[in-house]
């Protein structure tokens, strides 16, 4: 099958993976109002399209943490992937690195820092989740520094749990151990669980040498959660900042004055996000605050945006409202599921052409263009009539 657009990779990721895991993808917080206005609230602005520009060629190419990037999106950290596909963090990395963009690796991944950078030598940043044992934290950062990762992205908006009515359904993260039930529903995938069990044991890769947290995927992903600190606050981001050389991302992000804040410490970059609608629900959608957040700090560090991402024409608005990228998220998952690193590679080759479609028709020979043009390109859809 191909997969011409994100919802091709959803209908076959539903029909190919394990419900436990579907839904995992799938799912959100609560009723799932904020992952459905993720999405809709792009809805709200419409493209101008514009005539006889003259543009043969175009460029979709931005630049964000310092570096010209072919396209103005990259894959962000989604957990367990390699529970979607064999390696499925390698196969998504591989297909990020054959377009030029960056991959960020899960804290929650299944492949370890150590052998995503032995199997492909593309840009990658590693997600940071501070932990109450410390030390757990700085040696990933360790891990990070020794793999050359280029951006450590700090994910701040997990510090008190979400409740997932579909997880707690299907008893994932609450269970350590492999359930009858959980069983049973694997196997009602029988080709997953022959794809899956063919690269061996699965394990939470970057606890690899910390055997206190149990030695297999579901007792590792307890335990783990229940090390996220709740006590997390600004002096340990600008311990953070101190400890990490490299470039900071900050994720998570959905107010202005907490975007200010991170600029006072000195991060490279923020992305606006609600972990895709994930942790509380009835919050703002990320494209709805984006304009108030890069017009308190949009001149003073990069801003990113994620949630709710699904088409071309989502990356288009988010540029022309002040973003410098965008991350994916559960669209490249779903097309992990759907059909691995092939699925993730038309997936991007996907959104990258709806992009070129997109500021074609609008008359930009340059995707740089929108946020400088932003008022000749965007206009609020008008509200419907009674």
Known sequence: MVIASWEDARRLARRRLPKIFFDYIDGAAFSEQTARANVDDY????????????????????????????????????GFSGLFAPQGEIQAARAAHAAGIPFCLSNFGITSLEDLRKATDGPIWFQLYVMRDRSLSELFMARAEAAGVEALCVTVDTSVGGVRDRDIRNGFRSASRLTPRIALGLLARPMWCLRIAAGGPL????LRDQPQYGRRVLEQASKLTGELDPSTNWEDMKRIRQRWKGRLVIKGILAAEDALRCAELGADAIVVSNHGGRQLDCSPSTVSVLPEIVAAVGERLDVLIDGGVRRGSHVVKALALGARGVLLGRAYAYALGAAGEKGVTQLIEAIATEIDVCIGHMGLARA???????SEVLRRHAAPGP
């Open 203 to 206: 394990r939470i890769g970057n």
């Open 43 to 78: 809805d709200h602005w419409l493209l101008n399209q514009r005539v006889l520009a003259g543009h043969a060629q175009r460029d979709s190419s931005t630049a964000y943490l310092g570096k010209t990037r072919p396209l103005p999106f990259m894959l962000g950290p989604v």
């Open 368 to 374: 740089d263009e929108l946020y400088r043009r932003r």
